[in-house]
């Protein structure tokens, strides 16, 4: 019973050493005596008891390593800490195994010292702005440099660009800065927009003020040369009849009437309001010795007719 048990776990044991099964996600390498001897792919696999093992076991999916924060110095000379996250997979399981002791550890070293060289060459102000192309070029030069390792370094992302407080503290300021830059640039446009609304306004009212003074003056010089054209009219027509009625008998003798009769009435006014007398008081009832000789004058007249 107890050599049968015996028998028993040798043979179990020969067993495990000759089976292996490899899951799906798995890289195996196995070696013969210490000496490689292949890759197993996933699957059920025979090995010699005592000459084959298995060496090493890779992850044959995409692994994802953090990259721990580290201090860079831009460009401009300001210090910022950078952390990120590297994807990789491997490729080729021996030469993983062979071409280099850890390539995680590798790998992530790698990409802190690209990062670095990359930071440096821009200013704070580009490490925001060209995340992108840091990104693509750390991958680039990684991947190069651990093509011997049988990896393959599939992106690299930045987590996080973080200034040192006083550089945070300045940004802050000249962000302000520009917010009050750009607010007063935004008033001052304002106010000369104003300015110049106001100033158009203020045109258009002068314009249309002058157009209706303008105007007005037309329209009081037309009323005025229609007015003068009425009078004119008027005394023309006036004038036509007196003329017509001087040139009927009798005419100039009431023309000379009138004179007279207004002549007398104008010096008799001018003498009662003057203070100095140039001719004598009396020559203000001549109007009474004119009226006389008119009468005497038209008798006689009468007289000849008949």
Known sequence: MTFFTIFSLIIIFVTYKTIVIIPQHSGVVKERLGKFKGVLLPGFHFMIPFFDRVAYTHEMRE????????????????????????????????????????????????????MRSEIGKLTLDETFSERESINE?????????????????????????????????????????????????TLAEAEKQSTINLSNAYREEKINLSQGEKQK???????????????????????????????????????????????????????????????????????GFFEGINQVGHSLSNKKEV
């Open 217 to 287: 003056r037309m329209n009081e010089a037309q009323g005025k040369a229609r007015e003068i054209e009425i009078l004119a009219e008027a005394t023309a027509e006036g004038l036509g009849q007196i003329s017509a009625a001087i040139a009927k008998k009798g005419g100039q003798e009431a023309l000379q009437m009138q004179i007279s009769e207004h002549f007398i009435e104008e010096l008799g006014e001018i003498l009662k309001t003057a203070e100095v007398s140039v001719v004598p008081n009396n020559l203000a009832n001549l109007k």
């Open 63 to 114: 692994q994802v390593l953090d990259v721990p924060s580290q201090s860079c110095i831009t460009k401009d000379n300001i210090q910022v800490e950078v952390d990120g996250i590297v994807y990789l997979k491997v490729i080729s399981p021996d030469k993983a195994s062979y071409g280099i002791g850890d390539y995680r550890l590798a790998s992530v070293n790698l990409a802190q010292t690209n």
């Open 137 to 185: 070029n750390v991958v680039r030069e990684v991947d190069l440099a651990s093509d011997p390792w049988g990896i393959k370094v599939m992106r690299y992302e930045i987590k996080n660009i973080s200034p040192s407080d006083h550089v945070v503290d300045t940004l802050e300021k000249q962000m302000e800065a520009e917010r009050q830059k750009r607010a007063e640039i």
